[in-house]
DNA sequence: CAGTGGTCTAGACCACGAT
DNA sequence: TCGTGGTCTAGACCACTGG
């Protein structure tokens, strides 16, 4: 008896689309935010079922080559925004130097309690309220950032009064005079649900890249607390070191 | 007519089936590398269908809270090891810093022309070969990591002949008086397939974190390659600044 | 060998987006 | 209103794992 090991595999339906899709990609038949064919479309083309035809397309999304927007059709990614979360550069500018246009909604603001984590990283009094940003950040009209931003009330007085659409750091330094002397990132891959997963046009429990970062003024004083979720074929990271 | 925007929203049966299994894990009911119960019998349980389990556990996987291992079931995931890709720290001693047990598998070791990426990265001569390490990376018995190294050959004769199951920069430092001033990482959430997947246990298509790095001996030298894929659940980054 | 997940068939109904 | 993707039913066969 031998094994297959050296032999090639067969490829299996769900990859033979996936390839199929990919190789268009790649030759540029299908350009960038341009639509897939829809997946009635493809079941006919392939002579398959809805399920295989949806395994290619994740696949196809998991590489980042493709992205949903839900109940409109899956649209071929264009290049990811190239981020250096250490660097002091604010969305705004570096969707520029990128030639892509940037912009951000506001969803809410909210003074509150908040979670255990922000109120622990904050180190606030048990008093104390926090403030809470929830915003959506686009690139090109798409929707790439969902982010929730934790700030103590009594370092930021009548925050809630600003425009919280532009550069927290810039307002932060400019109204507060606070100068960011460090900040501790944390990322993985996680999962985005409810109204995260609406407002990037996913679907509930999709992958996302999560964000968890603390600013600091001073060696040891949180000021900021942030939970950004990007829509994970949206960016590169860049961490460039010593 | 009122619009159903304030209500919440039915649970739809995956997500119950997401929420009960994640009940179970954080109530540490279901223990760190415990296998879940098969799919089959949570069809019986849900009265639901594969299709459905599947949804909810892949949903599960996303998140983090549960890996799979081909074949073999799910399994809830322990913690992830933290890692900064900056630090200077080897995965041995990250490992035993965290409390897990690494290992190392060569899987491959081979003097080829290499892929076009590494021979521009690497600035090597058109004749010259590059020496290709591949290695597999495991915690506590699971397979975490699978990465490709590419050197050039000029500047580490005989490297083929080495231990190259442990630390490539202690090696590099000791044998060949390399020091890395610093390097460059690129990180994105990427997919998996063929022996990546194999080797990982994952299927064809599934998502992983993808690092790529040069590292430079002097200003502009680049003397290392790499390109790692790693569980998505086994890791998360840490990368302070400042 | 039995049991597991991996892949697939051939449909169905629904919620939502575009128009 | 129609077409889209999102969710689901009720099965099937295959490849591989582990005893």
Not at 27 to 45: G, Y
Not at 131 to 141: F, H, M, N, P, T
Not at 149 to 164: G, H, N, T, V, W
Not at 173 to 182: A, G, K, L, P, S
């Amino acid at each position: 008896m031998h094994t297959d090991s050296g032999l090639k595999k067969m490829l299996s339906a769900n990859i033979e689309i996936r390839d199929y899709l990919a190789g268009l990609i790649k030759q540029s038949r299908l350009k960038q935010n341009e639509r897939l064919p829809s997946e009635r479309e493809l079941v006919e083309q392939f002579k398959s079922t809805r399920i295989t035809v949806r395994d290619a397309l994740s696949k196809l999304e998991s590489e980042g080559l493709i992205y949903r927007s839900n109940r409109r059709g899956w649209f071929v990614s264009p290049p990811r925004l190239e981020y250096d979360p250490s660097s002091r550069v604010n969305f705004y500018l570096l969707a520029e130097q990128q030639q892509r246009t940037p912009a951000t909604e506001l969803i809410s603001q909210k003074r509150i309690k908040g979670p255990q984590v922000a109120r622990t990283t904050l180190a606030v009094a048990a008093d104390e309220k926090l403030i809470e940003l929830v915003r959506l950040r686009s690139l090109d009209g798409r929707p790439v950032l969902y982010e929730f931003i934790y700030l103590p009330e009594s370092r930021f007085p009548e925050l809630m009064k600003k425009d919280l659409e532009g550069s927290l750091t810039t307002l932060m330094q400019r109204d507060y005079n606070v100068e960011i002397t460090h900040e501790d990132n944390r990322i993985c891959v996680s999962a985005v649900y409810d109204q995260v997963a609406d407002a990037l046009s996913h679907i509930n429990g999709a992958p996302c890249l999560e964000i968890r970062r603390i600013r600091y003024e001073g060696e040891r004083k949180a000021v900021e607390f942030d939970i950004e979720h990007w829509v994970h074929s949206a960016i590169e990271l860049r961490i460039p070191s010593h």
